[in-house]
């Protein structure tokens, strides 16, 4: 469950459960040994949490980070944290709607 590619602790535990009509929905849950990326983890899992592998992939989530303002505030390594957070709930998507087809 640990996210690689942050350089503090980041663990993402992944649920699949399934909509009638067969589409996967991903709900996380997660943590982190640092504060302030513990309100990243939050954030992320307030956007992708309980939405449908679909709605996942198709969210903007730069544009999203941008109106948040997220990359003025934080440093680089915590970006790369934050973008390995999201590339890992994409890989669960893709893997998801894989398995699903």
């Known amino acids: 469950n640990k996210v690689r590619g942050c350089v503090s602790q980041v663990w993402l535990v992944t649920e699949i459960?399934?909509?009638?009509?067969?589409?996967?929905?991903?709900?996380?849950?997660g943590d982190s040994d640092a504060l302030i990326v513990q309100g990243l983890v939050a954030i992320v899992l307030a956007?992708?949490?309980g939405k449908s592998?679909?709605?996942?992939?198709?969210?903007?989530?730069d544009g999203l980070f941008a109106k948040l303002g997220l990359q003025e505030h934080l440093t680089p390594q915590r970006s790369n944290g934050l973008k390995s957070m999201v590339a890992r709930i994409r890989?669960?998507?893709?893997?998801?709607?894989?398995?699903?087809?």
């Open 47 to 49: 956007l992708f949490s």
């Open 17 to 29: 459960s399934h909509r009638e009509d067969g589409q996967p929905v991903i709900a996380y849950r």
């Open 91 to 101: 890989a669960d998507a893709e893997a998801a709607l894989a398995a699903a087809a």
């Open 53 to 61: 592998a679909r709605d996942i992939l198709d969210t903007d989530v």
